[in-house]
């Protein structure tokens, strides 16, 4: 079974460009969740998806950030514009909602670099 | 919100029982104790879980004991591979909310 896969692994952006992550998460997983964690700071949650919605979002900085499911299955996050603040490693998880609670299934992350 | 207090790191010798001990004193009633490791450059990864006494799967052994303000991750006959950073983190469960709150976890150095 594929696990969850994230794109690009790695990016590196001008301060003012937009970055778009995405994220695929393992089939049939319903909750969809992105983290992030910024140098030197714990990994902090962003936001969690259902399906297609929004469940969560009280983590997400600022409106620079616009994350999005459409269809509820891979799922995307756009930075726009990026600061140099947003450098970081961006986390997706996904998750059976029949699962084990709290099992969240991660991908490798994806390292933004804003110069 | 539970907060939880762990070791920064730890060093051991392959071979060796490695236990780490996490203190969650403000741990609600409903709230499950669940242990993620993380490789460098890789995701957490899903350990174990527990709500009270002892549970074991094929990876660890996770003890709580009666009044669950702490737990203790017990990791068997460690080796090399097993260096990471391992993460206590305390929430609740059933809920389809179920985001992660992870703290600094702890480093674990396995030497030959």
């Known amino acids: 079974e594929a696990g969850v896969t994230q794109f690009p692994s790695h990016s590196v952006i001008e301060k003012g460009q937009t970055v778009t992550l995405r994220c695929d998460p393992i089939?049939?997983?319903?909750?969809l969740y992105w983290y992030r964690r910024v140098m030197g700071k714990e990994i902090k949650f962003l936001l969690h998806?259902?399906?297609?919605?929004?469940?969560?979002e009280s983590g997400m900085p600022n409106n620079r950030f616009l994350a999005e499911r459409t269809g509820g299955t891979y799922s995307t996050l756009k930075v726009q514009p990026a600061e140099l603040e947003d450098s970081g490693v961006y986390f997706c998880?996904?998750?059976?909602?029949?699962?084990?609670?709290?099992?969240?299934?991660f991908g490798p992350g994806t390292r933004l670099t804003v110069l | 919100l539970a907060k939880t207090t762990q070791p920064i790191s730890m060093d051991s010798y392959e071979g060796q029982e490695v236990n780490i001990t996490c203190s969650h004193n403000?741990?609600?009633?409903?709230?499950?104790i669940t242990w993620y490791q993380q490789f460098p450059s890789q995701g957490p990864r899903f350990i174990i879980q527990?709500?009270?006494t002892k549970v074991t799967n094929e990876v660890a052994s996770l003890f709580i004991p009666a009044d669950r303000k702490s737990s203790t991750l017990s990791l068997p006959r460690v080796s090399l591979s097993d260096t990471a950073v391992y993460y206590c983190?305390?929430?609740?469960?059933?809920?389809?909310?179920?985001?992660?709150?992870f703290g600094r976890g702890t480093q674990l150095t396995v030497w030959p």
């Open positions: 527990g709500y009270k």
């Open positions: 998880a996904s998750r059976l909602t029949s699962g084990i609670d709290n099992e969240q299934f």
């Open positions: 089939s049939g997983h319903d909750n």
């Open positions: 403000n741990i609600a009633t409903n709230d499950y």
């Open positions: 983190l305390v929430g609740g469960s059933g809920s389809t909310l179920g985001r992660l709150y």
């Open positions: 998806f259902v399906k297609e919605s929004k469940q969560d």
